[in-house]
């Protein structure tokens, strides 16, 4: 079992940054790939980012490519999501989530989730 807590959230204006973390606990993430997705207000949960076990390999969303970057830290166990150039349509509730598996970019891929953390850009 592997339990993950997000942090890093906060309201922000058009054009900052923000830098998430993902903090798992009771197994290590380094046998785990690890993604973000993001859920806006009735909307259904979109992928974010993902990165493999190794961190060789990475997949963006196309809407967030080029100025999102996922990357890990498996001695910590910690996943972050750096984000920059921060929109109004990147406001949402972002989740962590892992998976034993292949990284992935859909939802039900991934075993393991976290409770979210708020993410709001101001115009």
């Known amino acids: 079992q592997v339990q993950l807590v997000e942090s890093g959230g906060g309201l922000v204006q058009a054009g900052d940054s923000l830098r998430l973390s993902c903090v798992a606990s009771g197994r290590t993430i380094s046998t785990h790939a690890m993604g973000w997705f993001r859920q806006a207000p009735g909307k259904e949960r979109e992928f974010v980012a993902a990165i493999s076990q190794s961190a060789l390999t990475t997949y963006y969303a196309d809407s967030v490519k080029g100025r999102f970057t996922i990357s890990r830290n498996n001695a910590k166990n910690t996943v972050y999501l750096q984000m920059n150039s921060l929109k109004p349509e990147d406001t949402a509730v972002y989740y962590c989530?892992?998976?034993?598996?292949?990284?992935?970019?859909?939802?039900?891929?991934?075993?393991?989730w976290g409770q979210g953390t708020q993410v709001t850009v101001s115009s």
């Open positions: 989530a892992a998976t034993r598996g292949l990284i992935g970019r859909t939802s039900n891929e991934y075993e393991y």
